[in-house]
């Protein structure tokens, strides 16, 4: 017999959507392309904002869009209670031999 288990799914996604639609009370709904897979994400405005804030105040970022698989879709799935978490990227520094290596 097997135990249960909890599946759960992290996107990653490192630009603002554009094709996003907005329901009657603020929500936000937007699609994601997964390798050929559509995940489509509904969200509140406070949620969707920490996306709009990084791109505004970050030169790089990155977001963790974490959620449950929802119900199948025709080309993909529904991402059941999202979670956003925005990082800012930094981009790596060079090491002393190797800004050498590029130099010459």
Do not use: Y
């Not at 791109?55 to 993909?76: D, L, Y």
């Not at 799935?77 to 520094?93: G, N």
């Amino acid at each position: 017999m097997a135990i249960q288990g909890k599946l759960e799914l992290t996107i990653k996604i490192n630009e603002l959507p554009v094709d996003v639609k907005t329901d009657k009370n603020g929500w936000k709904s937007f699609s994601l392309d997964c390798d050929g897979r559509i995940f489509h994400v509904h969200v509140k405005p406070k949620v969707f904002k920490k996306l709009e804030d990084a791109q505004a105040n970050f030169p790089h970022w990155v977001a963790a869009i974490g959620g449950k698989f929802g119900e199948m879709t025709e080309r993909g799935f529904v991402l059941a209670e999202p979670s956003v978490q925005v990082f800012e990227k930094k981009p790596k520094e060079t090491k002393p031999q190797e800004a050498e290596a590029i130099a010459t």
